[in-house]
């Protein structure tokens, strides 16, 4: 017999030691539970997002006063009521430009959209106007069959 033949009996069952068992342990209390390092804390593992030597992401950007939206999820209309429109001769045709002279609009290059609030007393056409709501189209297409895109 030699000793490379040897094996462990299929009964035999090594106890395993018992670490860090205050004075049950013979190898003493804490040994090789890392006891002031930073995985023996709770919570002691740092974030993914944490940065270990760097300044953190929230304090590199830039702090600006008042409120800035970067990602305009809205789109914000000019509204123009269908009541301000009776000031127009009729057949005339609406775009942009004749709503910012005649002072309904503030800017030319927004988008505008009609709304419906009184009776339009005259035939009007309607060129490159963004929007208009369910009531005010289906109204103003009653009224006169042609909405010029």
């Known amino acids: 017999m030699l000793l490379n033949e040897l094996k462990k009996s299929k009964w035999y069952k090594k106890s395993k030691k018992r670490l860090g068992r205050w004075n049950a342990s013979w190898k003493g209390n804490y040994s090789t539970k890392w006891l002031k390092w930073q995985k023996a804390r709770s919570g002691g593992v740092k974030a993914i997002w944490f940065e270990w030597w760097q300044t953190p992401l929230t304090r590199r950007i830039p702090k600006l006063k008042g409120f800035k939206r970067y990602y ?13 429109l009776n000031q127009f001769r009729a057949w005339t045709t609406i775009d942009k430009s004749k709503l910012f002279d005649a002072g309904l609009i503030k800017k030319v290059n927004s988008p505008v959209k009609i709304l419906w609030n009184w009776n339009l007393e005259k035939k009007l056409k309607f060129k490159n106007i963004d929007s208009f709501s369910n009531s005010a189209k289906s109204k103003i297409e009653a009224i006169w069959w042609e909405i010029i895109d």
């Open 72 to 84: 305009k999820l809205v789109t914000n209309y000019q509204i123009v009521n269908v009541w301000n």
